[in-house]
């Protein structure tokens, strides 16, 4: 589970202002997903992505989010023009080809607009 | 749409004794996995268990086990022996294992807040 590294860990930013949330998953893993964490609250889904490929991002609101898992590099979850509802907890997990395996978590980036 | 419940927002355990923190979910579906995670202050989700809904024999983690019912769409989480590190909060979560654009995708219950008394 040491593999997925995401960054930053916390992210301040003013409202208005853009986010970019990164997540290198584990090495061999083409599948990545990201979850939002509110205060006292589970995590909801948002988005999955495999190499170059949006799968599902019904979980994703359709303005100002958007996010990318380029051939090369990490993924990336951008958060344009934030306000103060977009501060919470992002996770990123990945898991390798295969249905049962098992995902894997990264620590989160703790986003706080302000 | 599946979801999931967990209706215990916070639970308490005596050290060395024994919790049991509930989940429940709703599905239509009749192959599918079920998890417990950890996340203690750190934030970092830890996988404590899993289950496959097509396996009748309740899984075992060392300390940790589950009750799961199928039938009843139950899946209780037991920890016996409780220790001070087990203290976190505990999410329950479901998954199809169908392919898919729902292939891989966790739908988390509110999760429970575990305290454990020295």
């Known amino acids: 589970n040491a593999g997925v590294m995401q960054n930053p860990r916390h992210l301040v930013r003013r409202r208005g202002q853009e986010a970019r949330l990164r997540c290198s998953p584990v090495?061999?893993?083409?599948?990545v997903y990201w979850y939002r964490q509110l205060p006292e609250e589970g995590l909801k889904f948002m988005v999955y992505?495999?190499?170059?490929?949006?799968?599902?991002e019904s979980g994703m609101p359709k303005e100002r989010f958007s996010a990318e898992f380029p051939k090369e590099g990490p993924s990336i979850l951008r958060i344009q023009q934030v306000v103060r509802g977009d501060s919470a907890a992002y996770f990123c997990?990945?898991?390798?080809?295969?249905?049962?395996?098992?995902?894997?978590f990264g620590q989160g980036t703790r986003l706080t607009v302000v | 749409a599946q979801t999931v419940t967990q209706s215990q927002p916070e639970m308490s355990v005596q050290e060395a004794e024994t919790v049991t923190l509930s989940c429940t979910y709703d599905?239509?579906?009749?192959?599918?996995?079920l998890f417990w995670y950890k996340q203690p202050p750190s934030r970092q989700m830890i996988l404590v268990i899993r289950?496959?809904?097509?396996?009748?024999q309740n899984a075992t983690e060392n300390r940790f086990s589950v009750n799961f019912q199928k039938a009843a769409k139950s899946f209780s989480l037991k920890i016996s022996d409780s220790q001070l590190g087990d203290a976190a909060m505990y999410f329950c979560?479901?998954?199809?294992?169908?392919?898919?654009?729902?292939?891989?995708?966790?739908?988390f219950g509110q999760g429970t807040i575990l305290t454990v008394h020295p």
């Open positions: 997990a990945s898991s390798p080809q295969g249905l049962g395996t098992e995902a894997f």
């Open positions: 090495k061999g893993h083409s599948h």
């Open positions: 992505l495999q190499k170059e490929n949006i799968i599902d």
């Open positions: 599905t239509s579906e009749s192959d599918y996995y």
């Open positions: 289950q496959e809904a097509y396996k009748q």
């Open positions: 979560a479901y998954r199809s294992a169908r392919g898919g654009t729902s292939y891989g995708k966790l739908t």
